[in-house]
Each structure stands twice: as structure tokens, then as C-alpha cells.
């Protein structure tokens, strides 16, 4: 399989033909950076771990130049420092068990200009190979722009899929933005509590992101505990873990949906609870 930048790593990491390894996925993460996906897509990987009919596809579009660092990484040039996070993701891929493990190795700026279509064009080839079941996704409402134009590629290449080779779901997840405020009744509680110590490895793996100056070990166990507790305040806890998604699947089953619209929706549909609750003991 050729993609766009003769520079993108495809790893296998138990050896199998890449036809083979993107035929048997049935989940697919589509991640800006080196680590999104063991943050945001736990859900899928725990699902596929150890399971012989399901397989777990991660694509990581960007290089990963960017990324903040301290300590033995702070006087990494961008260069070696995507060198660093490449291997990270490719062992990643060998604890999580992955079918495969895709880098695009695209700049942000690249993503972020929609007038590439080289980016798009490089999804879509995987996903007419894969296939997946499940995708997953950057949310739209993140705070972090590469987050929103790599889903926004991602969204456009779904959409261009035969309708019958479409995933039946289509998650946006949690990084740079929680997704507590999506009101109950839309919210998508995915439970991530199985193999708590392969979660734990997953995140750690990435030192240059976590020794490099973000805890994210501590902060996404902190984030699946407090969604784990506060899903339902008269229940009591069937999870110690969960991840918070946002179903985007509509905006790929009807292409003709306005992506500003649907993700606004959910603003205003909380807007609409928080006024009925306080009219409602005013």
C-alpha cells in the first residue's frame, strides 16, 4: 500500500501481510498524534485484545514534531523527537496487540489546510481496506485545532465510502476536551475497565510525552474514574472506567448534514436542559 509521503510507517506487528492485517480490523482509530489513540480509543483496543475475531487498526496522521518537552527530551530537535514518538507508537501497537499500525507522518500545518487532499486520500485507501466496524475519532467539539481537522479528514473520507462498506459506528472521543456536558441521553459511556494494567502500559509507554512534561498517565485515569462515578448520581458504579464519546455516526450515514450544525446541536440541547432543570424549582 503506497500513501501520500513516501516518509509513513506501516508496522504489522505480528508479521502478517498488510492485506491480511487491514482485512480482519474491525475497529480503526484515526488519531492526530503519537498517543491520541491510547487516550481517546481504549475502548477498541481493550475490545480486541486477546480476541481472535476482532482486530484493532490504529492510523496516526501527523509526525508529532510539535509536541512539548522537558527533562532528557528538552533539547530534542523536532526531528529526533519524531523519531522518538514513531518507535513509541510502534510499541504501543506491540503491548496493545494491533493488527497494524499506520503513521502518515504529516505535518499539522498540512492537515490543518483543507485544500490538501492527500491526507483524505490516505484514509480513504485504508478504510476501503479495512472496512472496520467500529471508528473512532477525535470529537469535534476538542480544543485542539489538529485535533479538529484530522477528524474533519477523516469524516470526508467516510462519507466517500460505498454506503454498504461504511461503519456501522462512528465515535468522537475525549482529549483535549471532556465530553460531560453532552447531555445523558446522547452521551456515549464506552467502559474501559478491563486490563487496567495494559491501559496503564499504553499510556506509559509514550516517556517523551509523560517524562517530557505532561502526566497523561495520571490525568486520563483521573478522567475515566470521575466518568466512571459521576455517569449517574442515583446509581451506584457499574465501571471504574469510562471513556465519553460523541456519536458522529449521522454525519457519515447522511454526508448531506452540516458538521457545524450537528456538533452546535449538542450545545443546544444541554442549553435547553440547564434552563428546563432551572425553571423547573424556580
Known amino acids: 500500500m503506497k500513501f501520500t509521503n513516501s516518509t509513513a510507517d506501516l508496522f504489522i506487528p505480528d508479521g502478517s501481510e498488510i492485506g491480511a492485517a487491514l482485512s480482519r480490523t474491525t475497529h480503526l482509530c484515526i488519531g492526530a498524534h503519537q498517543d491520541d489513540t491510547e487516550i481517546m480509543a481504549y475502548h477498541g483496543i481493550a475490545e480486541c485484545f486477546g480476541q481472535p475475531d476482532r482486530w484493532f487498526t490504529n492510523v496516526t496522521v501527523t509526525n508529532g514534531a510539535g509536541s512539548p518537552r522537558s527533562g532528557i527530551y528538552g533539547h530534542y530537535t523536532d526531528q529526533e523527537m519524531q523519531g522518538v514518538r514513531r518507535v513509541e507508537q510502534r510499541k504501543a501497537a506491540i503491548v496493545g496487540d494491533y493488527s497494524a499500525q499506520i503513521q502518515l507522518d504529516y505535518s499539522s500545518s498540512a492537515v490543518k489546510d ?6 483524505q486520500e490516505d484514509l480513504l485507501a485504508i478504510l476501503q481496506a479495512a472496512q472496520p466496524t467500529i471508528v473512532y475519532l477525535h470529537n469535534l467539539a476538542d480544543k485542539h485545532d489538529t485535533h479538529v481537522a484530522v477528524a474533519l479528514r477523516a469524516i470526508s473520507a467516510l462519507r466517500r465510502l460505498d454506503p454498504n462498506a461504511r461503519p ?13 456536558w453532552v447531555i445523558d441521553s446522547e452521551k456515549q459511556a464506552l467502559p474501559v475497565s478491563t486490563y487496567p494494567n495494559l491501559a496503564a502500559a499504553l499510556v506509559g509507554i509514550f516517556d517523551s510525552q509523560v517524562s517530557g512534561g505532561k502526566r497523561y498517565d495520571l490525568a486520563i485515569a483521573g478522567r475515566r474514574l470521575a466518568n466512571a462515578t459521576f455517569l449517574a448520581s442515583h446509581e451506584t458504579d457499574e465501571e471504574t472506567s469510562v471513556t465519553y464519546a460523541m456519536d458522529l455516526t449521522p454525519l457519515v450515514s447522511d454526508p448531506g448534514l452540516s458538521i457545524s450544525d450537528f456538533v452546535t446541536g449538542h450545545l443546544d440541547r444541554l442549553i435547553q436542559e440547564i434552563k428546563g432543570r432551572i425553571s423547573k424549582f424556580s
Open 114 to 119: 483543507a485544500k490538501q487532499t492527500g491526507v
Open 168 to 180: 456501522t459506528k462512528v465515535y468522537g472521543c475525549e482529549v483535549w476536551r471532556d465530553l460531560d
